[in-house]
């Protein structure tokens, strides 16, 4: 499936994990047709350059209400000050999540290095990790 981010969704990232600490982060979703057009920043997180360490209960509670929406979860975005690569951690809790909703076959985990203020995009399955094109916003 191809996937395009709304201008207003990027704006709401650029404007939340963009201006944090890195390793700052939060989920993302779509009403519908692939498109990216909720997010929800974890405000909760713990204070850590080190890994993205979410606020489970504060996510499940907006996944809970998604749902209830008809809006589906596509994967959880984080930063990083620099270096687009996914960590071994980063991948691993994609995995868990992935353990728990076995009704989902991959999320999207890309990262926003907030030094360039960019996104490298990244879909994860139970067995595989995949750079994938996201169409964004013009000029962004």
């Given at each position: 499936?191809?996937?395009?981010?709304?201008?207003?969704?990027?704006?709401?990232?650029?404007?939340?994990?963009?201006?944090?600490?890195?390793?700052?982060?939060?989920?993302?979703?779509?009403?519908?047709?692939?498109?990216?057009?909720?997010?929800?920043?974890?405000?909760?997180?713990?204070?850590?350059?080190?890994?993205?360490?979410?606020?489970?209960?504060?996510?499940?509670?907006?996944?809970?209400?998604?749902?209830?929406?008809?809006?589906?979860?596509?994967?959880i975005?984080?930063?990083?000050?620099?270096?687009?690569?996914?960590?071994?951690?980063d991948?691993?809790?994609?995995?868990?999540?992935?353990?728990?909703?076995?009704?989902?076959?991959?999320?999207?985990?890309?990262?926003?290095?907030?030094?360039?203020?960019?996104?490298?995009?990244?879909?994860?399955?139970?067995?595989?990790?995949?750079?994938?094109?996201?169409e964004?916003?013009?000029?962004?």
């Amino acid at each position: 499936m191809l996937y395009s981010l709304t201008e207003a969704t990027m704006s709401e990232i650029k404007n939340t994990i963009g201006m944090k600490t890195v390793e700052s982060g939060g989920l993302l979703g779509s009403a519908g047709r692939g498109i990216i057009d909720k997010y929800v920043f974890d405000p909760g997180k713990l204070e850590s350059t080190i890994e993205f360490a979410p606020n489970v209960d504060y996510m499940q509670r907006i996944l809970m209400r998604w749902s209830n929406q008809g809006i589906r979860f596509l994967g959880i975005i984080h930063s990083h000050i620099m270096g687009s690569a996914l960590s071994d951690r980063d991948i691993l809790m994609a995995r868990r999540i992935l353990e728990c909703n076995e009704h989902i076959d991959y999320i999207l985990m890309p990262v926003f290095t907030t030094i360039d203020q960019r996104i490298t995009w990244y879909k994860v399955g139970n067995n595989c990790v995949n750079a994938i094109e996201v169409e964004m916003p013009k000029g962004k």
